[in-house]
């Protein structure tokens, strides 16, 4: 299809490295924090990846792409649907 591959967001330091922008993904994170599998019983350690963490990092990628800051950006509704992060 000719497009550019995406850079994971773990191999980029500055803004210009996102320019094709940035794949969050982990291959065996989990949508659920390590608490939730804890308080069933199961120990799946601290250092799992899970979508809050991936939702950090996409946090700290806006705060790097708008130094200005986030507090008059527009947040598409479908995002909001999918998971309720704070963006300001």
């Known amino acids: 299809m000719g497009l550019p591959f995406v850079r994971p967001y773990l191999s980029g330091r500055r803004a210009e490295d996102f320019a ?5 993904a982990v291959g065996g994170a989990t949508a659920l924090g390590p608490d939730f599998f804890r ?17 950090k990092w996409f946090r700290n990628l806006l705060d790097l792409l708008c130094p200005g800051g986030r507090s008059g950006m527009a947040v598409p509704f479908y995002l909001l649907q999918l998971h309720p992060l704070s963006l300001t």
């Open 20 to 24: 094709c922008g940035a794949n969050f």
């Open 39 to 55: 308080d069933r019983g199961f120990n799946i350690g601290d250092g799992r990846v899970h979508l809050d963490l991936e939702m």
